[in-house]
């Protein structure tokens, strides 16, 4: 179980949020939502133990019931996996070398593991055929993939992703959520579509504000809660195949023609 406990985090005078305590049990799929600038990622990167340059925290995060910020990276790097939201290559290896590199918390392993294991990541992300391509010249959407596949890889009971979908093509989108929802982990995803989001996510985190509000579809796919959280007029819909919730955002005055 992950336990954010009366966290709050700030750039100087500038609160990103305040307070804020939820928790992730375990196997649970959770979408984090809000607009830019709201934490998210702020959120995420704490959650992961790494603090940015300037910001101070106060609260804690616990990590099977021990706090991340105590922890050593390594001990992190087994219980998280984290597709931090940018991210540039130094160096020009290989895709398959580039995602070997996510088994560095596994420790010392024997060849025909560590190929097995990355082998069967790179099956389920659809790189095989690149897998000795070097990433240097491989495009934006291939490298995303390649650092989602190196995520994968990990084998830890929790995985966070920040912006997973960026660069990526809609159909894989879907694709990938689907497939990481059936890994059976305790997984949280930012993610800016929240219509997208409906369709897997059981549980939802909406930030915004400085503040939280934790639940499932019903409870934040209301006009009231997400015309707060997004600053916008909405209006709340059923999508004709799927039978789930969908938000159209119009303008304040829109909704009264």
């Not at 940018?86 to 560095?104: A, D, K």
């Amino acid at each position: 179980m992950i336990e954010v406990l009366n966290l709050s985090a700030f750039y100087g005078t500038k609160c990103i949020f305040k307070n804020i305590s939820f928790s992730l049990n375990s196997g649970t799929f959770t979408a984090l939502c809000g607009k830019n600038g709201a934490g998210k990622s702020t959120l995420l990167n704490l959650m992961s133990g790494i603090v940015p340059a300037g910001l101070k925290y106060e609260g804690d995060v616990l990590i099977d019931g021990i706090s991340v910020f105590n922890m050593k990276r390594k001990d992190i790097a087994r219980k998280i996996s984290f597709l931090i939201q940018n991210e540039n290559p130094v160096w020009n290896m290989s895709v398959r070398q580039f995602i070997e590199t996510g088994l560095y918390s596994a420790g010392s392993l024997p060849k025909n593991q560590s190929e097995l294991l990355v082998n069967e990541a790179l099956d389920k992300i659809g790189i095989l055929d690149f897998a000795d391509k070097k990433i240097f010249n491989i495009s934006g959407g291939e490298f995303q993939k390649c650092r989602l596949a190196r995520c994968m890889v990990q084998k830890t009971p929790y995985m966070f992703f920040d912006e997973h979908s960026e660069g990526l093509d809609l159909p894989f989108q879907q694709e990938f959520l689907g497939c990481i929802k059936n890994l059976g982990k305790t997984i949280l995803f930012s993610i800016h579509d929240i219509n997208t989001a409906a369709a897997f996510a059981e549980n939802f985190i909406l930030i915004f504000d400085e503040e939280i509000i934790c639940g499932g579809t019903q409870d934040i796919f209301t006009e009231s809660v997400l015309s707060k959280a997004f600053s916008s007029g909405t209006k709340i819909y059923m999508h004709p195949v799927l039978n789930i919730p969908q938000v159209l955002f119009v303008e304040e005055n829109q909704g009264n023609h």
